[in-house]
Structure formats: C-alpha cells, structure tokens
C-alpha cells in the first residue's frame, strides 16, 4: 500500500509539471499560468458571495429558514469560496472519476485563496475514504486538496487522523435524513488532545459527512472543528 501510494505521488507530481498552458474553460491561451484558466473565466467561475457566513449555503434571499448547521453541531464552521454549478460539476467528477489531474493547481489556488490569514489550526484533516474505494480511485482527491493548504497554513496534515469505517451506500443517491443515519459511526479517530481542525474535503451538499467526522474528531478530544471545501451545493429550488 506504500509503495502504491509513492508511485501514486509520482504520476500525480509528474501530471502537474505538465499542465496544459491554454485556459481550462475557454481553451484559449491562458493569463495566469499558475491557475490555468483566462482572467475573464475566473471571473465567470460560480463563487459563492452570497452565502451564510456559518454554513457557506448559497443564499439568493434573506438568511432565515435556510437548513443551517444545528445549533449544538460539532462543525462550528463551514467555508466554500465556490457554488457547485458548471463547470465545476464537470471539473470535479473529472478529478474523482477520470483522474483528470489538470485542474488541480486550480483548486488548490481557489482553496488557498479562501483562508483567512487570521485562522489557527492544529492540524489539517482531509476527509478519508475507505481503504476500498481508495484503492480502486488510486487516490483520495481530498488528500490531494488538503495538501497545498496545509502548507499554505503551515499547519501539518494529518491524513490518517480519521479512519472510514466502511464503503457505504453512496451518499449522493441519499435524501439528507438518509444521509446522516448513513453515515452514524462511519469515521473512527485516534485520540487528540485539543488541536483545533480544518476538515478538508472537494464538494459539501448536506454537510452531512464533514458534520459526522467533526463528531467523531471531538469525540476522540479535538478543539474546535471547522471545515473548507471547494464547492457547496445550492439548495434545492422550491417550487
Ligand atoms: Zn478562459
Ligand atoms: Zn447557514
């Protein structure tokens, strides 16, 4: 498993030194080399500016009557800088799905950028995925995110801090009810001792999982928990 995960590290290390110089997007060529996508398409990307500042929900009216994190939830906080709209929809499966590597510098660029210089943590934690589903993808693209705001943060990662206990029915065919008994008791933690967490993961939609792991992480003695992800997804339209 290692050894697996050294030659993973190598591919994916390779595959970034190679990135493609036109804009991501627009596949014109591309301004800012190190994000690889045109100044006119990182303004078009679906940031997320009007959301709650506690649960990063994209809100498009006032902030009342919105499914906020509870009142006693063990993730204090939840950030996204962006919207899961296009073409992160398409960007992100593509990383999961196809180990399309190429838009990674990106996302680290957009993680990054989000971090307020003013936040403290002890460690960094990427949510894990189980050792099955992990070895089928090759890697876990939350580990991979987490890494460059670690350093950013120069605050150490701690990849193996949470455990998943089993590969369980996929979450996203779940309604959020379903969602969280789903995942009671799905992480597992080795024992801390107060340090305050940055959870990381690539998209939030209930929150259910990153709620779940802050859980487990206070259970197991952590400080405050609060978490970073790429992209939340938009309520539901009501009809
Ligand atoms: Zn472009
Ligand atoms: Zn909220």
């Not at 045109?38 to 990307?45: A, N, P, T, V």
């Not at 994190?69 to 990383?95: F, T, V």
């Not at 950013?152 to 065919?173: D, G, M």
Request: glycine share 4%; aromatic share 6%.
């Amino acid at each position: 498993m290692r050894r697996l995960k050294q030659q993973l590290s190598v591919c994916i290390d390779r595959s970034l030194s190679n990135l493609p110089s036109r804009c991501l997007w627009c596949k014109q060529q591309a301004v800012h080399s190190q994000r690889n996508l045109c100044d006119q398409c990182y303004q078009m990307l679906p940031w997320n500016n009007r959301a709650c500042p506690r649960c990063a929900l994209p809100l498009s009216g006032p902030r009342t009557g919105h499914n906020c994190l509870p009142q006693n939830s063990a993730l204090e906080r939840l950030y996204a800088p962006l919207r899961y709209a296009r073409p992160l929809d398409q960007w992100i499966p593509a990383l999961k799905d196809s180990s399309n590597l190429n838009y990674l510098p990106l996302f680290h660029k957009l993680l990054c950028h989000a971090l307020d210089p003013a936040w403290q943590y002890d460690l960094v934690v990427p949510i894990p995925l189980h050792w099955r589903r992990l070895l089928g993808r090759g890697f876990n693209q939350a580990e991979l995110l987490a890494r460059p705001v670690a350093k950013h943060l120069a605050t150490p990662l701690a990849s193996r801090c949470l455990k998943r206990n089993s590969a369980r029915t996929n979450q996203k065919e779940l309604k959020r009810a379903e969602r969280l008994k789903n995942l009671h008791g799905a992480f597992s933690c080795r024992p801390l001792e107060g340090q305050r967490i940055l959870l990381i993961d690539d998209v939030a939609t209930t929150g259910a999982t990153l709620q779940n792991a802050a859980q487990c992480l206070r259970r197991a003695g952590s400080g405050e928990v609060q978490a970073l992800v790429l992209a939340r997804t938009p309520p539901p339209e009501k009809s």
